[in-house]
């Protein structure tokens, strides 16, 4: 990368400088990764029975869809779009990247909506996603892209971390996690959050407000709910790294996955989201296929967010000339 890529990779717009934007999550191009052999992979037998036992339940539901009240459905899907918030809007725009500045009423309610996602506590995961960005796609970054599409899909939860993830994550700067008192209170109170909002209420709400069966209401919104989500969000680290065009920088492997974008409520636009990482759109084009980019305009409307980043039109298309693969359609 050159300085040029570099500076435009910290927040601003319009000429001015974002103060309070991270600054964590800016690409290093200094970091080498040491020579020699790379430690040996040690597999987590736990997690890979867990995770095998929770797509086999997850199988399970989709041969059960047939046999659940339309109520039930849409009851799924409406805890899929929460838990789906709690992540991009909430773990992802707001914690890692500050992309936009959010109520304490909001923040409660990306909180819970981030424990019904359940992947690893706000803090954990802002604090991974800051790693992946910084040094992507080298030793350092927690589903490294370079390892494959197994690796960065699901197999990093399957293995201990490489251990320069950790060496540089613990030189992170997350004083602002730690300043957020919803991110406190949810790590603390992590695993029943968990049980509540992931799978308790999921399982109770059918199950109590319109007699659908226990085993429906477990295994769809919940499980099934639950297995979506995750292999949604991990498609944005294994397929749109790998497939889709680099129209704002070609020297970086994170691509625009339009499939990607609609599944994961317009986070596939990662070639955009990896060059200007501040955005809180993750894209040029407001909530064309950006559900969660819709979502936190209407907060702003509300009153609840507010100070949303955006790159300006000029930086956008001074970086497609520069390092696109030609491929922008403006
Ligand atoms: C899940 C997360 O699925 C998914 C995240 C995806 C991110 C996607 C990003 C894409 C963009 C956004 C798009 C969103 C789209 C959403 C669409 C929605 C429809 N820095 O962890 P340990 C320390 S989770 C600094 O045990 P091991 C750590 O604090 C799924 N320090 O490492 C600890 O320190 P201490 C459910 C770090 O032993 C020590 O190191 N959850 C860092 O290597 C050891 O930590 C699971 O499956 C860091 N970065 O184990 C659980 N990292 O000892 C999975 C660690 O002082 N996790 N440390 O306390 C695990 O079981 C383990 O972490 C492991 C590694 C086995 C993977
Ligand atoms: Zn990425
Ligand atoms: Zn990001």
Not at 71 to 97: E, N
Not at 179 to 194: G, I, L, N, T
Request: hydrophobic share 40%; aromatic share 14%.
């Amino acid at each position: 990368m050159t300085e040029a890529e570099v500076a435009d990779n910290q927040p601003k717009s319009n000429g001015t400088a974002h103060t309070d934007a991270c600054r964590e999550d800016v690409f290093d191009p200094t970091y080498q990764e040491k020579a020699g052999p790379k430690p040996p992979l040690q597999i987590v037998w736990k997690n890979v029975f867990l995770m095998a036992l929770l797509h086999i339940g997850a199988a399970y539901g989709l041969f059960l869809i047939p046999s659940a009240a339309a109520k039930t459905l849409v009851w799924a899907f409406l805890c899929y779009v929460v838990s789906a918030l709690g992540i991009t809007a909430g773990a992802h725009r707001l914690w890692s990247h500050r992309s936009y500045k959010a109520s304490l009423p909001l923040r409660i309610f990306l909180g819970v909506a981030n424990s019904m996602a359940f992947q690893n506590d706000i803090f954990e995961w802002a604090r991974d996603h800051r790693v992946h960005h910084k040094y992507s796609e080298s030793d350092a970054d927690p589903h490294n892209a370079k390892r494959g599409f197994f690796f960065s899909h699901i197999g990093w939860l399957l293995v201990r971390k490489h251990p320069d993830v950790i060496e540089k994550g613990r030189k992170l700067e997350l004083k602002d996690l730690m300043a957020d008192k919803v991110v406190m209170f949810q790590r603390k109170y992590y695993k029943p959050s968990v049980v509540l909002a992931c799978f308790l209420l999921p399982t109770f709400v059918p199950w109590y407000f319109w007699g659908e069966s226990l085993a429906v209401s477990y295994f769809v919104p919940s499980l099934l709910r639950y297995t979506v989500v995750l292999n949604a969000t991990w498609l944005v680290n294994s397929a749109a790294h790998m497939w889709g065009n680099r129209p704002y920088d070609h020297h970086i492997n994170p691509r625009e996955n339009k499939f990607v974008a609609l599944s994961a409520l317009g986070e596939g636009f990662h070639n955009y989201h990896h060059t200007f990482p501040f955005d809180y759109a993750t894209s040029e084009f407001g909530c064309r296929v950006n559900l969660t980019t819709a979502f936190i305009n209407l907060m702003c409307g509300l009153g609840l967010a507010s100070d949303p980043k955006q790159v300006s039109r000029d930086l956008i298309r001074a970086r497609v000339q520069r390092t696109g693969d030609g491929s922008h359609r403006g």
